[in-house]
């Protein structure tokens, strides 16, 4: 019965404006999962817990909703972007993050410069090594010496190998 | 006690460590807002991390100074290449181009140096004048009237950060939906951290705002083509100083687009593009017999844009620093670095911080006066900038980005939230979405949150509370308004 009202529904907004706002729809049905989690919320005297997220997601099924239905003009042309470079670069960096406890900060940024920089198109050696070798170097120093940020070092500490700086320099 | 704070601030600010850094954000600034796509907004949520360490007085000097410079430098691309280097300096194209396509450049950019200054330094004195009197005002304001405000910046920002209302909507309110991550505010409820600790103190906003302006611009500029874009300047840029003809002709109208200009931006979510779109506006409606006219080459039209976009920058930070209610999407960030250093903005900041809050405002007009003295020395310099092609800087940009999120609480957690809301603020970008509504949802989120349960404990449940509170009536009201409006327009236009 419910699947049938829902297939009415859907038939009477049309596929198409589905389709068309794939986002939108994403949006409306992340909401529900929220709404969904939050009524679990333990209840409370006056407004709980649930209240706030409830109608917060309940806005964004509206509006989205009302999106979905009066289809979107503001998209960008979409046709112009080639979504491989990005794709490769997102993956690029989550590859970055995600090795960086095993690797460290320096490491794995020196991994990750000349990998990106050369799918940047840049293949001049000397900016290449300039870019991975000096710069990674240059911010450890900066964060991690000057400004005590606590960085991942990883299994093999290989930054604790760089001299300390000749000054302390403080804040 | 005003003299004393603005001593006291004049003492911080020869600290010559203070000073280094308001000239290296200026330049930084500057670089980053003559190179095309590079705003101002995402140079600073990607430096930002630069800042957690400092003091929050040298933290702000160092933002303020990226935000003047980069707000300032936006307009060199626009004259040379037609091309903003930020979005704010759009307006400028108009007349800016023509200039330079007659072999003017030079004028057109001292023009531009010229009346950013005085757009600037006017905005300032708004800041210095109008925050006291409207923090004073703010003191007495309860919960109500607070929720009020908060509804009110939400509807507003949504109204007028871009093509679609819905879109703008939904990106606030997604903003205040994660801001709702951690624990309860009231209860102590844990909402939605699914027993990972680093979610009890909810998300943290700052990495989700590099993610959205750092990485998802990345990510969208790759898509584009790394190298596209990359357009060369050769025009040879000579001269220091404008004629005296044009300092007479520019005066009246940087002065009355520094003034207009000033106000727009303390509207919540007016940027600089808008305030330098209606101040250009306004120059065309009161000087149309101008010669040349407008769009062919006019130095008054330069003049307006420029004032009335750099006039936004101290117009938005009035209700950042008086209400906590960002002016602009940079202010939201200039938030976030405030709060890093527990410093909350708001109406009890002038009791709290008043020497940090005069050493914000002396500093500021300090800013504006080495932009002068940089563009109008360095105008050739920094018209080359714009030849630096963007492949060497993007690896830069997307490293800075991850250690500007494991920087906030040394934990690489926040460097995969900041991932996640870059890859989201992509593909929102490539749906039309607008980001800014996100960031300011998270900011407002808590604010009004709060402020609505605290209402509801007083009137014992009754929202009535809000109705009787003349003052929190007629700024929800407000508020509903700035949604009605623009979907009224909206219909009357598809009708």
Redesign the interface.
């Known amino acids: 019965m419910v699947i049938q009202r829902v297939g009415a529904v859907l038939d009477r907004i049309g596929l198409e404006s589905v389709r068309s706002s794939p986002l939108s729809v994403f949006f409306i049905l992340f909401s529900a999962v929220v709404i969904f989690f939050a009524s679990q919320f333990p209840s409370s005297d006056g407004v709980g817990p649930s209240f706030f997220p409830i109608a917060v997601s309940l806005g964004i099924i509206f509006f989205a909703g009302i999106d979905v239905l009066t289809g979107s003009e503001t998209e960008l042309e979409i046709s112009e972007f080639d979504f491989k470079p990005a794709a490769v670069v997102a993956g690029v960096l989550v590859a970055y993050v995600l090795v960086m406890p095993l690797l460290g900060f320096l490491v794995s940024t020196m991994v990750f410069m000349p990998v990106v920089l050369y799918y940047s198109n840049i293949h001049s050696k000397l900016l290449l090594a300039v870019l991975s070798i000096g710069f990674p170097i240059a911010l450890f120093y900066i964060f991690g010496r000057i400004f005590l940020v606590r960085l991942p070092e990883g299994i093999i500490p290989v930054s604790r190998l760089l001299p300390q700086l000749p000054l302390v320099v403080t804040f | 006690m005003v003299v004393e704070y603005i001593g006291q601030a004049l003492v911080n600010l020869a600290d010559p460590f203070i000073l280094l850094l308001m000239v290296g954000g200026i330049f930084l600034g500057i670089l980053m807002g003559s190179i095309p796509g590079m705003t101002a907004t995402m140079t600073i949520a990607v430096l930002l991390?630069?800042t957690?360490?400092?003091?929050p007085s040298?933290g702000m000097i160092l933002l303020l100074g990226i935000y003047g410079g980069a707000v300032y430098a936006g307009s060199i691309p626009a004259i040379l290449i037609r091309t903003p280097g930020t979005p704010s300096a759009a307006a400028t194209i108009f007349d800016g181009h023509p200039l330079s396509q007659k072999g003017e450049a030079g004028r057109a950019i001292r023009v531009s140096t010229i009346a950013s200054f005085v757009g600037g330094v006017i905005s300032v004195f708004a800041l210095m004048f109008f925050s006291p009197v409207i923090a004073d005002a703010a003191l007495r304001f309860r919960s109500p009237e607070f929720f009020a405000l908060a509804f009110f910046g939400l509807t507003i920002i949504a109204s007028v950060s871009?093509?679609?209302l819905?879109?703008g909507?939904?990106s606030g309110?997604?903003g205040?939906?994660v801001a709702?991550v951690g624990i309860?505010p009231?209860?102590g409820?844990h909402?939605?951290t699914f027993d990972i600790p680093e979610l009890l103190t909810g998300v943290e906003f700052i990495a989700v705002m590099i993610g959205l302006f750092g990485?998802a611009e990345?990510?969208?500029k790759?898509?584009?083509?790394?190298?596209s874009g990359n357009d060369r300047v050769d025009q040879e840029i000579t001269g220091v100083f404008p004629s005296l003809s044009d300092l007479r002709s520019i005066a009246p109208v940087s002065v009355g687009s520094g003034i207009l200009g000033s106000f727009i931006g303390a509207i919540p979510g007016a940027g600089g593009d808008i305030a330098a779109f209606i101040t250009y506006n306004e120059a065309t409606r009161w000087l149309k017999d101008s010669v040349p006219s407008f769009g062919e080459g006019n130095v008054r039209g330069v003049a307006a844009a420029e004032s009335g976009n750099n006039a936004s920058t101290g117009g938005a930070l009035i209700p950042t620093l008086t209400l906590g209610i960002p002016g602009d999407s940079v202010s939201a960030i200039l938030i976030g670095a405030l709060l890093v250093h527990d410093v909350n903005p708001g109406p009890g900041l002038y009791q709290e911080e008043p020497v940090l809050l005069y050493t914000i405002f002396v500093g500021f007009l300090l800013i504006y006066v080495f932009i002068l003295i940089f563009g109008m020395l360095g105008a050739n310099y920094w018209a080359r900038l714009i030849n630096i092609p963007k492949?060497?800087i993007?690896?830069?940009i997307?490293?800075?980005c991850?250690?500007g999120a494991?920087?906030l609480r040394?934990n690489?957690f926040d460097?995969?939230i900041m991932?996640g809301a870059?890859?989201l603020g992509?593909?929102?970008?490539?749906?039309?979405?607008p980001l800014a509504p996100m960031v300011l949802g998270l900011i407002l989120?808590p604010i009004a949150?709060e402020n609505?349960?605290r209402s509801?404990?007083l009137s014992g449940?009754s929202p009535t509370i809000f109705l009787t509170s003349p003052i929190a009536l007629v700024i929800i009201l407000l508020g509903l308004g700035a949604i009605a409006l623009p979907a009224v327009r909206s219909i009357r236009a598809n009708a």
């Open positions: 991390s630069f957690f360490t400092m003091e040298q871009g093509d679609s819905t879109k909507m939904v309110l997604l205040m939906l709702t309860d009231v209860t409820f909402r939605f990485i990345g990510l969208r790759y898509s584009q083509g790394i190298n492949s060497h993007w690896p830069v997307l490293v800075l991850v250690i494991i920087a040394g690489v460097a995969w991932l870059g890859v992509y593909a929102m970008r490539l749906r039309g979405y989120a949150e609505l349960r509801l404990v449940g």
